[in-house]
Structures are given as C-alpha cells and as structure tokens.
C-alpha cells in the first residue's frame, strides 16, 4: 500500500492571516506552512508550524541582515571556496595534531613579536598573521581556509583582527588555529 503523504497547507496571500507576513518595503515575504506532526497521547493530531522567509541574497546584503550579510561578497553569493581533497576542517584537525606546526624553537615559546618582526613573515611559505594581540603562523593553514588562501595572503605579516570580524565574527580562531599560535604581539 502507498504511504499516506503528510498534508501540507500553504496559506494564501488573499486569508488575512496574522501569520502571513508580506513586507513590501523591505521586499521581505514570510510564509507559513501548517504541517501536521505524529499523533501526541492525549492531545490529539497538533500542528506544528514552519516558517520560510524569502529575501532574496542581494536584499539581505542590502539590508545589513546580520551575521549572513558578513558572508556575501561585493556582488552577493557566498565567497566559499572548494578546499582541494584532503583539506576539509576534520583533516586540518588531523594534521594538527599530528605535526607540530610552530616553525620556531620551543625554547622561544611564548614569543614577543614586535610588529617589525611581524611584517618580515608576509608571503605564502612564511605567513604570520595577529589577531586581538596574539600572533599566528598560519603557512600550514593557508589551504584549509574555506574562504581561500589568497585572502590570508594579503594579510600576511599584518594585523588582521579587523578584516577576520568583518567575514566571519562567529568563527572560532583560537580554536582552529592552538597549535599555530606563536607568541604575543609587543
Ligand atoms: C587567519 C585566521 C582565519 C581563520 C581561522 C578563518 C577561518 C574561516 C572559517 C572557519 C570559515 C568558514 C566560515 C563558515 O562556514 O561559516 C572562513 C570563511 C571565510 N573567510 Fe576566513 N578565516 C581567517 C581569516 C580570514 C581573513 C583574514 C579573511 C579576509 C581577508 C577571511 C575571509 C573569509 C571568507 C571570505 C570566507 C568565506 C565566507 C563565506 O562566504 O562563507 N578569513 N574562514
């Protein structure tokens, strides 16, 4: 026997419906969906709603939509780019614990790095960068980065805490890259 198909309603535009949010100003249109859930002891068949807002991706830039706006590049779209086999986010979490990717004598660690010292490691085979205070040598990051390795180039041997939260607020740093972290700038 065919499985029976869940029932789904679209409400229409034309019911005046607390729940239809249609914002022509902000070009922003919300609908919502009435889809029926299992069956719950003692409180009968209850529907759950699901909401879906459409904006489209060049509105939401224009719009400053928070966190997502961070990600879109100057023509909209994300700005991901496809990391080469072998260098996904659990490989680099692989590598780092397998190899010691401090290119500095362990004796040195911490480090005090003036910002004229900083400067000298800005190429792609030699690339530091500081982010809040703390100084990463991220040369064996460059190819796991998901928003490509010429970014990080071009922030080589500078401090690159402004341009980081401008991207990407909500990642991380310090987590993905303790075992690059090589000193403190002074
Ligand atoms: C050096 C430390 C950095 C680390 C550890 C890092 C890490 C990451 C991570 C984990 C993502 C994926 C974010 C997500 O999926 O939500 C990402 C994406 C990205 N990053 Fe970075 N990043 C760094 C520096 C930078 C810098 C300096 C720039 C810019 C100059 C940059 C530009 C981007 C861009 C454009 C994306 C793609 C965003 C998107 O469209 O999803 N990143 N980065």
Not at 48 to 62: C, E, I, K, L, Q
Not at 144 to 161: I, Q, S
């Amino acid at each position: 026997m065919e499985p029976k198909m869940p029932h789904i309603r679209i409400i229409e535009p034309s019911e005046k419906s607390a729940d239809l949010d249609s914002d022509s100003h902000n070009q922003k249109a919300k609908l919502r969906f009435a889809v029926p859930s299992a069956p719950t002891k003692g409180l009968g068949r209850r529907s759950r709603h699901v909401t879906f807002s459409s904006t489209p991706a060049v509105n939401r830039s224009r719009m400053n939509l928070g966190n997502p706006s961070h990600r879109m590049g100057p023509l909209g779209g994300r700005r991901k780019v496809i990391l080469a086999p072998g260098h996904s986010a659990m490989d680099w979490e692989r590598i780092k614990k397998d190899k010691n990717l401090r290119n500095i004598d362990p004796s040195e660690f911490p480090m005090r790095i003036t910002k004229a010292r900083l400067q000298q490691h800005h190429s792609r085979r030699d690339c530091w960068v500081s982010l809040n205070g703390k100084v990463f040598d991220i040369t064996n990051y460059l190819d796991f980065h998901p928003g490509g390795r010429d970014l990080l180039v071009e922030n080589a041997g500078k401090d690159a805490t402004l341009i980081f939260q401008k991207y990407h607020p909500w990642v991380n740093y310090e987590r993905i890259l303790d075992a690059c972290f090589i000193g403190f700038l002074v």
